[in-house]
């Protein structure tokens, strides 16, 4: 983890960051199930470098522990002025590591100090300045969690960039948790064949469906109405918790 531009901060700010960090973090874990007491933690000011072994709770890791540190950043900032919001760059790798004099040694420790440093995560963390928290995963880890089946994630909400960083080049996977499947779709966009024109998944064109949304039209394949009607909209109150982790909800009435 890396807080994003901490050397910007004045001293006051950057020693706040440094003693927020690891508590967002800690209740994360706490949130995911995890122990961060068990882990190995290196701590480098804004940054933190944590190992921890392999026990059958990496994808806990990718999938749990993210998720609620998006909803901590979430809560943080939203007390804070947009000056003083930390946002984080977030990568997992793995590998071997061993413990040296001076900290972690090991190829992995060095990629993941390397994917850490990433464009594709700046880059992400610039094109939406209202999310908290940009993730990588290296190869290894997106194929033995997301595309193994292992989580609550889509292969859809990565997309997969090409990490360059000094002497290391490697295939990464790209996600804003907050933004799902539209960040991955918007950062690397599939170009159209030769010939042919862009068409979404509905196999509509995608302007011929915004003209018909604006004019408040009815699809004639679905009956569906685009029609704005604020007086039709209800308000649904839900008590207790709700997982509702890639849900679409439609809700609708005859005549309405």
Not at 6 to 25: A, C, E, K, V
Not at 119 to 136: C, I, K
């Amino acid at each position: 983890m890396d807080a994003q531009a901490y050397g910007s901060n004045n001293d006051r700010r950057q020693s706040d960051i440094q003693h927020d960090l690891p508590r967002l973090l800690d209740r994360a874990a706490r949130g995911a199930g995890l122990d961060r007491a068990q882990w190995q933690i290196q701590r480098k000011g804004d940054e933190q470098l944590a190992v921890r072994p392999v026990d059958g709770k990496e994808p806990r890791l990718v999938d749990d522990y993210v998720r609620h540190l998006v909803a901590e950043l979430r809560e943080y900032n939203a007390q804070r002025v947009p000056e003083a919001r930390m946002r984080l760059r977030a990568v997992i790798h793995q590998g071997l590591v061993e413990l040296a004099d001076n900290g972690f040694a090991g190829t992995a420790v060095v990629a993941t100090a390397r994917l850490l440093n990433a464009r594709p995560l700046y880059d992400a963390l610039a094109a939406h300045p209202g999310v908290d928290l940009a993730l990588l995963l290296s190869d290894d880890v997106f194929r033995s969690t997301v595309a193994g089946g292992h989580t609550t994630l889509s292969t859809g909400d990565f997309s997969r960039v090409t990490v360059q960083v000094k002497e290391y080049e490697a295939t990464a996977w790209l996600c804003v948790p907050a933004l799902g499947a539209l960040a991955a779709a918007s950062h690397e966009p599939v170009a159209p064949e030769a010939g042919k024109s862009a068409v979404p998944a509905s196999g509509e064109p995608a302007a011929d469906r915004t003209e018909r949304a604006a004019a408040g039209g009815v699809d004639s394949r679905t009956g569906i109405s685009n029609e704005y009607r604020a007086d039709k909209i209800n308000v649904t109150n839900v008590a207790g918790s709700l997982d509702a982790r890639g849900a679409v909800f439609g809700f609708g009435s005859v005549g309405g």
